[in-house]
Every structure is written in C-alpha cells, then in structure tokens.
C-alpha cells in the first residue's frame, strides 16, 4: 500500500499506471500451501527413493535462483548481438568458473579414494555434430524465448506462451532420444572424447580452463565498452 | 510531447526489446514510451538496454508478473 503512494508521489506521470492497479492481496498463505504439498510429496518419494528428497530440494532451490536472479542462458547469448550488454553472459562466465572448480573437486575426490568417477559418461566426442547441434539449438532457444532450464522456469511463473514451447520441447526431446543411437552410431561416435585432466592433469585442467573462462569474461567485458561507445 | 503505449503482453523476450528499440528510433526527444510486458527476462532486458542507450527508465509493476517500462527518450 505505502509502495504505490511513494511511485505515484515520486513519478507523477507513472499515475495512470497505478490508477489500474490492483490491490494486492497477499500470497503468503498459497506460500505455505505450497510449501507444505512440496514437503508432503517429497518425504513420499523419500520412502520410496532414498536421495530424492535432496534433488527435489536442489531442483527448487535452482529454480528459485534463476526465477528471482533473471539469470537465462538465452539471453547471455542473444543479448550481446541484440543489446551490446554482456552483464548475463559474464554471470554465466562466472557460474561455468564456479562450476568448473566445484565439479573438479567432486571428481577428484572420487579419483583419490580409488572409486570410479561419477559424471563420466558426460564426457562425450566432440565433433562437427556439437557445432551444428549448438546451432539448432541456439535458434531454437531464441525462438522459443528460453533454453531447458528457462521454459520450465517460465512455464511456472505462468507465462502461456512458454507453455506451448514446453509442450514441443517435450515432444523434440522424445523424438530426440527416439533417433539418438542412430545419430550417435553414424555421427557422434566419430569424434573423440576429451576429458581436461587426462591430457593436462588435474590441477593443470582447472587452471586451463579457468584461464579460458577468464579471457572470455575480458572479452565480453570489451565488447561491451566497444558497443556502448558506438 | 507524446505517451506511446506498447503493448508486449504475452510476447516473449526478445519481441519486446525488439519492438522497443523499432519504436524508439519514431520518437522525438522528450516523448514517452510505455512499453507493458509479462515475461520476466523481457523486465531485464528492456530496461537494461533503455538505460544503456542514455534514456531515463523506470520500471513498475502494474498487477502480479505485469509490468511497465516508462521510458523517456533524451537523446
């Protein structure tokens, strides 16, 4: 209430704006709803899968960052041909360094204990099929205004749109896994799979890698400078 | 001086920005665009640009994940 009060005051012109406000009325209590059919459903998958708890909390936790933070994949490399700014593209930068230094300790931790490690099957060939794959999926995502993680984050804040773009999403990941040994038999396996630490070592990988990430947040950082002077 | 009001609801990001910018460039120094939009990566991108551009913006949000991005064109 006192919110609207203080923009009209100060603004003045945004009056006609708020004359079509609504009142608001409180979301707290579909909050605490929620909250409870969350926390129901997830001790009942708990008893039935140990550990399912822990991702559905991850899960949401992930969701919520990216609902409130505006982070999108999308937008980190569309914006910069679109608007000049690179401000999501160098949060994402930050996010792969982040990343990079979190999964390599997870790795490493399994390697010197002798066990097997986890995420392996992850590291897959690279090829000419990972470019054109990048690039059907770069026009895709532009299209249909948000990557994997943006349409099911939209999808819940309620924008209608994104839910036809769910819906296809869905239907082009089924088709996809569908014809996936063929296109991995014929072109995938083709290529050779690189994992940093083999060639380099481990510490040698992090550094490399961080190193690369490091010029490209440069790089962006200049390509802003260069695009806002124009 | 003029209001221009842009309709974007229900359009997804970047039709809005994209739209925005075309607008803009029909606009004299001083006039106002009132660009309304409902997808949340639009109520970036649009004031980011705006405010990179040089203009003065102001964000509002008019009902629950609806907003207006009042934008003052300076230069």
Excluded at chain 1, 10 to 24: D, L, N
Excluded at chain 1, 169 to 183: E, K, N, P, R
């Amino acid at each position: 209430m006192g919110d609207t009060e203080k923009i009209e005051t100060v603004t003045g012109r945004s009056a006609r704006g708020s004359s079509r406000r609504k009142p608001k009325n409180s979301q707290l209590p579909y909050a605490i709803v929620l909250i409870a059919l969350v926390g129901a459903l997830s001790w009942f998958l708990d008893q039935r899968d140990n550990g399912t708890f822990w991702l559905l909390l991850t899960g949401l936790a992930f969701g919520y960052i990216l609902q409130r933070s505006r982070f999108c994949f999308t937008a980190s490399m569309r914006d910069p041909y679109l608007t000049g700014s690179t401000t999501v593209t160098r949060a994402v930068l930050v996010a792969f360094a982040i990343t990079t230094i979190g999964f390599t300790a997870i790795k490493y931790g399994y390697f010197i204990n002798g066990l097997p490690i986890p995420g392996m099957s992850y590291v897959v060939p690279i090829s000419f099929a990972t470019i054109a794959g990048a690039i059907l999926f770069g026009i895709g995502m532009v299209i249909a205004g948000g990557c994997a993680s943006g349409t099911l984050m939209r999808f819940g804040e309620g924008f209608q749109m994104q839910f036809l773009s769910l819906i296809f999403f869905i239907i082009g990941s089924l088709w996809g896994a569908h014809d996936f040994g063929w296109w991995k038999y014929h072109f995938i396996s083709k290529g050779k799979s690189i994992f940093l630490p083999d060639y380099f070592g481990w510490l040698g990988a992090v550094v490399l890698q961080l190193f690369i990430i490091f010029l490209l947040y440069i790089a962006a950082e200049k390509y802003q400078e260069v695009k806002s002077n124009h | 001086m003029k209001e221009v009001i842009l309709d974007c609801f229900g359009e997804a990001c970047p039709i809005p920005l994209v739209k925005a910018q075309n607008k803009i460039k029909e606009l004299e120094i001083g006039d106002i665009l009132i660009v309304q939009i409902d997808h949340s990566c639009a109520m970036k991108n649009v004031p980011d640009w705006a405010r990179e551009d040089g203009h003065n913006v102001e964000v509002e949000e008019i009902d629950d994940g609806e907003w207006e991005v009042i934008i003052e064109k300076v230069k």
